[in-house]
């Protein structure tokens, strides 16, 4: 059965300080993996990863994925408060299968 | 960029009452599309598969005949939840991929919040 699983479940950060937000995966016909960011609504796409160890980069945000270790970290520098959301990690076969999600709060 | 509309965004409604969600791709053609449902604090969950002009596939453990999925375009899918009860009160997304760019990121609509009183 796929799988993709985050950890931690839940990170609470001063503005400023650091995450790392991780993700692992069990699939078959793995395509991609993506990021999304969720807040009130729907998720907002954020990164987009076929290769290993490319790094994608947005801002404050990078992401890698390691293939052969089965694992994608996001990355975030900086934190700002407009950072807190829940972020999902999700897996691209011939379906997208989320990960569990990590929340995200970041108090000033 | 591309986008789907989702629609309607909140439903409040009578236990018993059959509500219809609609999704569309506005700006691009999208063979399939995905019914997703999230459950607070949770993540998404994937419902069906949504394929133009051909029957949906269901995930294991969701009833057919309780979510019913209709494709008929290749910019429109509906998502009827049939005789809805409280247990059926979620958040339902839908999201569709571009025919033309199958590796490329799926664009989500900005849900449905399903409230069954």
């Known amino acids: 059965e796929d799988k993709v699983v985050q950890s931690p479940l839940s990170l609470v950060v001063h503005e400023g300080d650091t995450v790392t937000l991780n993700c692992s995966y069990e699939?078959?016909?793995?395509?991609?993996l993506l990021w999304y960011k969720q807040e009130k609504k729907a998720p907002t796409f954020l990164f987009m990863l076929t290769s290993s160890g490319i790094e994608k980069k947005s801002g404050r945000l990078s992401s890698i994925l390691d293939k052969k270790e089965l694992f994608s970290i996001l990355n975030i520098t900086a934190t700002q408060t407009g950072d807190s959301a829940i972020y999902l990690c999700?897996?691209?076969?011939?379906?997208?299968?989320f990960g569990t999600g990590t929340r995200l709060q970041v108090f000033p | 960029g591309a986008v789907v509309s989702q629609h309607p965004s909140r439903v409040i409604c009578k236990s018993g009452t059959s509500v219809k969600i609609e999704c569309r791709s506005l700006d691009f053609q999208a063979t399939t599309m995905f019914w997703y449902r999230q459950f607070p604090k949770q993540s998404l969950m994937l419902m069906a598969t949504s394929n133009e002009g051909s029957k949906a596939t269901y995930e294991q453990g969701v009833e057919k005949d309780k979510f019913l999925i209709n494709h008929a375009s290749l910019t429109l899918s509906t998502l009827t939840v049939t005789s809805a009860h409280p247990e059926d009160s979620s958040f339902y997304i839908c999201s569709a991929r571009d025919i033309q760019t199958l590796n490329q990121p799926q664009h989500f609509g900005d849900g449905t919040r399903l409230s069954i009183l």
């Open positions: 999700a897996v691209a076969t011939d379906k997208l299968i």
């Open positions: 699939v078959t016909n793995f395509r991609s």
